[in-house]
C-alpha cells in the first residue's frame, strides 16, 4: 500500500500537469452530481430579478419562433393567457384569430390594412402639423404618436397619460390606448419609448414583472418579504421549495389549491418592494 502511494507521488513530481489526476476528480464530481439529481424528486429554479426579466422575453421568443407577430403584441397575447403558452397557440390555430385579437386587445397584426381607421388627426398646414387632440397644441408630425389604432396624440401628453396610469392606477399590461373608449392596449415597448422619468419606467417593469410572475401558473414569488426571488417549478404539485434566501415554502399548488385561480391572479396586489416605489405624497 505505502510502496504504492510513493510510486504514485513520484509520478506526480516528475509529471506536474497529471492528466489521470483530472479525470479522477471529474468522475467523482459526476457521481455526486447524478446523486444529487436522483435525490431531486421536485425540480425547481430560483430566479432572480433578472431571471425572471429573461425568463419572460424567452416565453416571448418561444411563441415567436412558432407565430410571426410583433414581440409587443406576442407579450399582449401570452398575457391575457396568463402566460400558457400552448393556450395561446391552441386558440391561435384552432380559433377564430381575429376574435382572439380582439379578445385580447390588440389589432390583429396579419389584417392591418383591413381595419378601419378612426377620425384622421386634424391636419392644420400643408407642412403636416397636426393637433393633439389632448392638449390642443398645434404640432410637427414628429411629435406626435399612436399605436396601431391610429389615434395619435403628443408625446408629451402620452407620457403624461402613461404616468397617471402607472403611477396612480397601478396599471402595467392594462393600459389602453389615450383615446376616448379605445380599448387598445399600448405595448410595453412604446411605454418604455415615451416615459421618460426613470422612476416610473422602474415601476412600470416592476408592475409587467409582478403580472407576468403572480399570472404564470409555474412561478411564484418566495414569500419572505425582504426577497424578492421567484421560484420557478417544472409542474404544479405541493412540494416544498427552498429560495436562495434560505425560507422554504410550498409551491405554488397549495396556493391554487385553497384560492380560486383567478383570484390569485389579479386579486394579490403588488409586492411589498414595490411600495417604497410609490410617489411621495404631495
Ligand atoms: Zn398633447
Ligand atoms: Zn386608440
Ligand atoms: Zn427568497
Partial sequence: MDSEDDTKDDVDSGNESSGDDVDFVMDETHSTRERQTELEEYPYEVLSTEEIVQ????????????????????????????????????????GDQDQLFAEARVINPFRKPVIQRPKQPRRISSSGAEECEICFSIL?????????????????????YLTTKIMEEGLGQTIACAAHACEILVDDATVMRLVRDARVKLKYQHIITNSFVECNRLLRWCPSPDCSNAIKVAYVEAAPVTCRCGHISASRAERIGTTPYDAVCSGSGLRNAMTTLRRPTG
Fill in 55 to 94: 425568463h419572460m422575453v424567452d416565453c416571448i421568443k418561444d411563441v415567436n419562433t412558432v407565430v410571426e407577430i410583433p414581440a409587443t403584441t406576442t407579450r399582449i397575447l401570452l398575457n391575457h393567457f396568463k402566460w400558457d403558452k400552448e393556450k395561446l397557440m391552441e386558440r391561435f390555430y384552432d
Fill in 140 to 160: 410637427p408630425n414628429s411629435m406626435m404618436t399612436g399605436l396601431e389604432c391610429g389615434h395619435r396624440f403628443c408625446t408629451q401628453c402620452w407620457c403624461e
